[in-house]
């Protein structure tokens, strides 16, 4: 069975850094994407960072500031964040997906970043 194991979040302070990381517990025959999504509350979840075959995607409030990096021998993403704002508050889901049998999609239980003085 496969579980997604996040760590790294937290309180920091604005202008602050963290780092997540979200490690793959189990076996998938071939992994295609992973990425990074929050949700603020009130709002909707949203795609902060992927990586995809040596791809990487950014939401434009986070261009500069996250890195997204994997390591494919580990099955682990990692998340970078730099000069975090009170904005940034959400919880961070890591997300993977691809192939098994069939076409597979896990999610992260989710874990708390909050950005506040």
């Known amino acids: 069975q496969v579980q997604l194991v996040e760590s790294g979040g937290g309180l920091v302070q604005p202008g602050g850094s963290l780092r997540l990381s979200c490690a793959v517990s189990?076996?998938?025959?071939?992994?295609?994407?992973m990425g990074w999504y929050r949700q603020a509350p009130g709002k909707e979840r949203e795609l902060v960072a992927s990586?995809?075959?040596?791809?990487?995607y950014y939401a434009d409030s986070v261009k500069g500031r996250f890195t997204i990096s994997r390591d494919n021998a580990e099955n682990t993403v990692y998340l970078q964040m730099n000069s975090l704002k009170p904005e940034d508050t959400a919880v961070y889901y890591c997300?993977?997906?691809?192939?098994?049998?069939?076409?597979?999609?896990?999610w992260g239980q989710g874990t708390q970043v909050t950005v506040s003085s």
């Open positions: 997300n993977v997906n691809g192939r098994d049998r069939d076409y597979v999609n896990y």
């Open positions: 189990g076996s998938i025959s071939s992994i295609y994407g």
């Open positions: 990586t995809r075959y040596g791809g990487t």
